[in-house]
C-alpha cells in the first residue's frame, strides 16, 4: 500500500482512499491485480504456510500479512472477489527456471501487454488468470539459457473463441522477454485467419515502433498507414526502447503477406556474438539480439519455403531458441495415416516435425478447444506432435459465452415466474428452426424471424449508443448451412428475397418488430442485460432507430457478405474487412467462416449445418465468445429436425466437461513440487454421447481405443457366447449365471403392447444384487471376436455399480406356452424350461435376439416410461437405480441334431442367454455414454491407471 501511495499509510487512510476513490481509480485496479496475483500463486515464497490457492484462507492470510482491517476487507472483497477458477495442468517433470526473480528481470514485452490489456477493459481477475495460465506454459517450455539444447511439446486447451489468441501473445511476450528469438506461429488454413492473427499481434505486442522500423507512419512502405485503428489502438513501445536494452521484434510476415522466399527470406539471418567466446543462447548474447516473428498459415508450401530457408542454417539454428505456436492444433497438423499401412505422414504433419527436426531447441505449443484428435496421437512417435510435456486446461472466462450459457442441465422453466428468462438460457438465447429444407414457404417464414431479431438488436445496440459511451463497430448475422460454396449462391439468393420481403419501412415490417419486442427482448433484455446496458423503455423509444439500422446494414448496396474460396464471388464484393471498416451485415458461408476466425458483433446465428464428427461440430458454433454489451440480444436460431443440432451441442458439452473432468483428477503435485502423473499416463477419457457424432474424424483416431460404453434405459442382448467346437470349458459360464434363474422365483404375468393390442405372457421373476451381477459379467467367457469388444461393456457396468448408479437388477425369465424341454435344475423352483434358440450364420456370432415382446418390460423396470398400466410390472418399478435382465434358457445347437431335440440337461450343453438393461439415470440426463481413451503402444493398449503406488 505504501508503495502504492507513495507514503506511509494506515489502514484507515487505505479504507477511507477506497471509499473516495472513483471508479476505474489506477492504484485501486494495480492494488487489485497483485490481490488477484497472490491469490492464485501456487507456491508463494512469502509465508512458512500457505493455505491452497483462490481460498478465503488464502485471502485472508493475505489480508493478515498486509495488516488490514475488517472494514478494510470488506471493501475490497467487494470490488475483488475470489475468483476460484483455475488452469488445470498436468505435466511431466521439468527444470523449475522460470522463477519470480526471472520474471522480474526480464519483463519488456508482457508488461506491455498487460497495460494494453487493461486500457482495453480486462478487469484485475481476467489479468491475474492470464498472467498465471501463460507463466505455466512458459515454465514447462525449456530455459532458453540452458546449455544442452531441449525440445518439449505441450497442448493448451480453451474453449471456443474464448481467448485463446490472448493466451499465446501473452506466451509470446514472456518467452521473448525470456530469451526465445525466433517465434513462429501456425494459424488455421485459410489467409482470413492467418491476417486477423498477424494483425492482432502486431497491434497487441509487435507495435508500432517494431512495425516502421524507422519508416513514418503514414508511408505505403508500412502496411497499417491506412488502417483506422492505427494511431488509437496500436500498441507503443517508446522510441528508444531498443537503446535501453530491450529486444525489437522483427516480422517475417506481414499483414497480407504470409511467408516468402527472398524478400523476407531468413537467408540473412546473422547472429550477432557480443561475446563471440560464448554460444549464442548465453545470456551476454542472448538477451541484447533482436526477435523474429513469423505468422504463417498450415499451407504445405507455406510451411515448406520456412523450412527450406532454415535447413541452410541448421548449425546457427542449434543455438536459437525457438517457439512454435500452432493454433488450431487438431486441424491440419495431425498425421492421419495410419503408420502401419503408410510410413509417410501427412504433408503439413511432416513438414512440422521437419521443422522442429532442425530446431533442437524449439519449442512446440499446441492450442486447440477440440482436443480430441491430439490426445488420440501416438505417444510412443517421437517425431509426432504428442503433448509429452504438459497438457494446460484454461478456465472459461468470466465474461465468455459458451455451449452452457445457450442450455440448460439443471434449471427448468417455471410456468409460474413472470420472468423466466432469469433462469432458462433457452427460453432467453435459442429459437428452433423445424422447417423441412423442401418447405419452402416455413423456409422462408423463420429466415424472417431471425432477420427481425437481427435489425431489433442492430435498433436496439443504436439506442444505447444514443444513452452513454459504447460503440458497435460492428453488427452480424451468420447464416451457416453448408460449407459448399455453389450452395451459398442458392442460400444468398433466398436472404435476399426475404430481405426484400421484410419491408421495415411498411406498417406489416414495424408490427413484426414490435411483436418480437413485446414477446421476446423486451422480456430478456430486463432480466439478463448488463448493468451499464440500457434498456428502451418502449418500443416507440427505439423506433426510431430502425431505419438507421437498416441504412447500416444496407451501406454497401446489400445486406449481404457471402464469405468463401468462390473466385467469381469475391469479384463481385468487398472483401470482409473487420479491421478497416464497420461492418453490419449478414454473413453467408461455412468453413471460412468457422475454424478459429472471429466473425466480429456477432449478434443472430441461422445455423442447420450438420458435420460427423464434435470437433468439425464445435467448431462451426461462432455464436460462442465475447459479447460484452449485448449479451442479452444474442439469438441462435438452429435446427431442431430432422436432426437436433440443438440437443447435439448440449451432448457436445457434456463431452467437453467430462474430459475437463478426467483432467483434473489428475492433477497434482507431490511434497517436491514435483507432478504426480505425466501426459502419457493419464487415461484422458474422451466422451461419446452421441453414437452419430465420433469425437473426431476416423484418421485420427487409430490410436484410439474404446473404454467405456453404455446405455441408460436401453436394453442390449449378450448373445455372443462361444463355439460349441473351440474346446472351451462352457460349462462356467453356465455355472456362473445360474443364481439369475435361481432368482427368478416368483411367477407373474405381464402386458405388453402388440399390433392388436394389449397381450400378455408369463414370466418368473425376482432380484438380485448389483456386485452380484457385476461378479457374474466379471466370469463370463465369450467368443474370441467378442471378448476384448465387451471390455466397454464391463467398464460400464463396473462404474455404474461402484459409484451406486445401479443398486439392483429385476431378473425376468419368460416362460414359453411349448417349451423345447422342462429340466430340474439346483435350487430353481419347479421344472425349468428350455427353448429352441439357433446360432447366427456367419459372419455374425453368438445366437439370434431376444423377443421384441419381452425386451419393453425389462426396458419400463429400467425407468422408461410407457403409456399403458399394468399392476404386476409396478411393483418393480419406480427405483431409479434399478436395471432388468431378460434371460432365456437354450440348448446350444450341435451339427446333426435334429430340430427340437435337446442334447442333454449337462451345463457344457446349456447356455443361459441374457439381455441388460441398465437404468436410465445410470448415465446421467443422457442415456447413451462412449469413452475413448489414447494409449500408448508398450503397454499394450492399457492406459495407466494412478494408484497409490505408482504416484
Not at 475490497?76 to 523449475?96: C, F, K, Q, Y
Not at 423503455?537 to 457478405?561: G, N, Q, Y
Not at 459379467?777 to 460400464?796: N, R, T, V
Request: glycine share 6%; aromatic share 8%.
Amino acid at each position: 500500500m505504501n508503495a502504492l501511495l507513495g507514503r506511509p499509510t494506515s489502514d484507515s487512510e487505505f479504507c477511507q482512499y477506497i471509499r473516495d476513490s472513483e471508479p476505474g481509480d489506477d492504484t485501486l485496479r494495480q492494488f487489485g491485480l497483485l490481490l488477484a496475483q497472490w491469490d492464485a500463486e501456487r507456491q508463494p515464497n512469502w509465508s512458512d504456510q500457505v493455505p491452497p490457492g483462490r481460498t478465503t484462507a488464502r485471502r485472508t492470510l493475505i489480508y493478515d500479512q498486509l495488516q488490514l482491517g475488517s472494514e478494510t476487507r470488506k471493501l475490497l472483497d467487494s470490488v475483488n472477489p475470489i475468483i476460484h477458477e483455475r488452469a488445470t495442468v498436468i505435466s511431466g517433470a521439468w527444470e523449475p527456471w522460470y522463477t519470480a526473480d526471472r520474471r522480474a528481470t526480464g519483463n519488456f514485452y508482457w508488461n506491455h501487454y498487460s497495460s494494453y490489456l487493461r486500457r482495453k477493459g480486462w478487469d484485475n481477475a481476467a489479468l491475474a488468470a492470464l498472467d498465471e495460465a501463460t507463466t505455466e506454459i512458459v515454465t514447462r517450455i525449456s530455459d532458453p539459457t540452458r546449455r544442452d539444447a531441449y525440445q518439449s511439446k505441450g497442448l493448451v486447451v480453451g474453449y471456443v473463441q474464448s481467448g485463446k489468441t490472448a493466451n499465446f501473445t501473452g506466451v509470446i511476450a514472456k518467452a521473448i522477454d525470456a530469451g526465445y528469438r525466433l517465434i513462429i506461429v501456425m494459424t488455421g488454413t485459410i489467409e482470413l485467419l492467418r491476417s486477423q492473427t498477424q494483425r492482432r499481434l502486431d497491434m497487441e505486442l509487435v507495435g508500432k515502433e517494431n512495425i516502421t522500423r524507422g519508416v513514418s507512419s503514414v508511408d505505403d512502405e508500412v502496411d497499417y498507414a491506412a488502417d483506422p485503428d492505427w494511431e488509437r489502438l496500436f500498441i507503443e513501445h517508446g522510441e528508444d526502447f531498443w537503446r535501453r536494452g530491450h529486444p525489437a521484434i522483427e516480422r517475417l510476415t506481414l499483414h497480407h503477406d504470409d511467408y516468402k522466399r527472398l524478400r523476407q527470406g531468413l537467408s540473412r539471418v546473422r547472429l550477432h556474438l557480443r561475446d563471440p567466446s560464448k554460444p549464442f543462447h548465453h545470456p551476454s548474447n542472448l538477451f541484447p539480439h533482436d526477435a523474429m516473428l513469423a505468422v504463417v498459415k498450415k499451407n504445405r508450401a507455406v510451411l515448406k519455403k520456412l523450412e527450406q530457408d532454415l535447413q541452410p542454417l541448421r548449425q546457427t539454428l542449434g543455438q536459437i531458441p525457438a517457439l512454435l505456436i500452432d493454433d488450431e492444433s487438431d486441424l491440419a497438423s495431425v498425421n492421419t495415416k495410419r503408420p502401419k499401412s503408410a510410413p509417410t505422414r501427412t504433408a503439413i504433419n511432416k513438414v512440422i516435425s521437419d521443422i522442429l527436426g532442425i530446431l533442437p531447441r524449439g519449442q512446440y505449443v499446441g492450442y486447440t478447444a477440440t482436443p480430441f484428435a491430439n490426445v488420440f496421437i501416438n505417444p510412443d512417435d517421437a517425431q509426432d506432435l504428442f503433448p509429452k510435456n504438459f497438457l494446460i486446461s484454461l478456465p472459461k472466462p468470466p465474461e465468455y459465452m459458451g455451449v452452457s450459457d445457450f442450455h440448460d442441465l439443471t434449471a427448468s422453466p417455471d410456468e409460474d415466474n413472470p420472468q423466466p428468462y432469469h433462469g432458462w438460457n433457452q427460453w432467453a438465447h435459442v429459437r428452433d428452426l423445424t422447417a423441412d429444407p423442401s418447405e419452402l414457404p416455413k423456409r422462408k417464414a423463420e429466415l424472417q424471424a431471425a432477420i427481425d431479431a437481427f435489425v431489433l438488436a442492430g435498433a436496439i445496440k443504436i439506442y444505447r449508443e444514443t444513452q452513454g459511451h459504447v460503440s458497435y463497430k460492428h453488427h452480424t448475422m451468420l447464416v451457416h448451412e453448408s460449407t459448399k460454396t455453389d450452395e451459398h449462391r442458392d442460400q444468398s439468393a433466398l436472404v435476399r428475397e426475404v430481405w426484400n420481403d421484410c419491408k421495415y419501412d411498411k406498417p406489416a415490417g414495424v408490427q413484426r418488430l414490435r411483436a418480437l419486442w413485446e414477446k421476446d427482448f423486451r422480456n430478456v433484455c430486463f432480466a439478463r442485460a448488463e448493468e451499464n446496458s440500457a434498456i428502451p423503455p418502449s418500443f416507440e423509444a427505439m423506433a426510431p432507430h430502425v431505419a438507421t439500422t437498416v441504412r447500416r446494414i444496407c451501406a454497401a448496396d446489400d445486406p449481404l457478405l457471402i464469405v468463401n474460396s468462390d473466385a467469381d464471388i469475391q469479384k463481385q464484393q468487398q472483401r470482409l474487412d473487420f479491421d478497416n471498416a464497420s461492418i453490419w451485415r449478414i454473413l453467408i458461408g461455412g468453413t471460412k467462416l468457422s475454424r478459429g476466425f472471429t466473425v466480429e458483433g456477432l449478434t443472430v446465428s441461422f445455423f442447420r449445418r450438420t458435420a460427423k464428427h464434435a470437433d468439425t461440430l464445435m467448431q462451426a458454433g461462432r455464436w460462442f465468445g465475447f459479447r460484452r454489451g449485448y449479451r442479452d440480444l444474442v439469438r441462435l436460431y438452429i435446427m431442431r429436425a430432422p436432426v437436433d443440432l440443438y440437443k447435439a451441442f448440449e451432448n457436445l458439452m457434456l463431452d467437453e466437461e467430462s474430459f475437463r473432468a478426467e483432467l483434473r483428477q489428475y492433477e497434482g503435485f507431490d511434497d517436491d513440487g514435483r507432478p504426480l502423473i505425466e501426459p502419457w499416463q493419464i487415461p484422458p477419457l474422451v466422451t461419446q454421447h452421441l453414437p452419430w457424432i465420433k469425437p473426431t474424424a476416423h484418421n485420427k483416431m487409430f490410436n484410439a481405443r474404446l473404454v467405456t460404453r453404455g446405455e441408460g434405459g436401453k436394453i442390449r442382448d449378450f448373445y455372443n457366447h462361444p463355439d460349441t467346437d473351440k474346446g472351451i470349458d462352457k460349462a462356467k459360464n453356465f455355472t456362473h449365471q445360474l443364481p439369475l434363474l435361481q432368482a427368478a422365483r416368483t411367477s407373474e404375468e405381464f402386458r405388453y403392447r402388440s399390433p392388436t393390442g394389449v397381450q400378455s405372457f408369463s414370466a418368473r421373476i425376482g432380484l438380485v444384487g448389483a456386485r452380484d451381477l457385476l461378479r457374474i459379467l466379471d466370469s463370463m467367457i465369450w467368443h474370441e471376436s467378442f471378448q476384448q469388444k465387451f471390455a466397454p461393456d464391463l467398464k460400464f457396468f463396473r462404474d455404474i455399480t461402484t459409484s451406486g448408479r445401479v443398486t439392483d437388477w429385476a431378473v425376468i425369465w419368460p416362460q414359453a406356452s411349448r417349451p423345447l424341454a422342462e429340466i430340474s435344475l439346483e435350487n430353481v423352483p419347479g421344472r425349468a424350461q428350455v427353448i429352441m434358440r439357433s446360432r447366427r450364420e456367419s459372419p455374425r456370432i453368438g445366437f439370434v435376439g431376444s423377443d421384441a415382446k419381452h425386451r419393453p418390460l425389462a426396458e419400463r423396470i429400467a425407468g422408461v416410461a410407457v403409456d399403458f398400466d399394468d399392476p404386476s410390472a409396478s411393483k418393480y418399478c419406480g427405483v431409479r437405480t434399478r436395471g432388468a435382465v431378460l434371460v432365456y434358457l437354450t440348448s446350444d445347437p450341435a451339427a446333426g441334431r435334429a430340430k427340437g431335440e435337446l442334447i442333454s440337461s449337462a451345463p457344457e450343453d446349456l447356455v443361459i442367454l441374457m439381455s441388460l438393461a441398465a437404468p436410465l439415470q445410470a448415465t446421467g440426463s443422457r442415456p447413451r455414454l462412449t469413452q475413448w481413451v489414447a494409449h500408448r503402444s508398450d503397454l499394450a493398449g492399457e492406459p495407466v491407471i494412478p494408484t497409490a503406488a505408482n504416484k
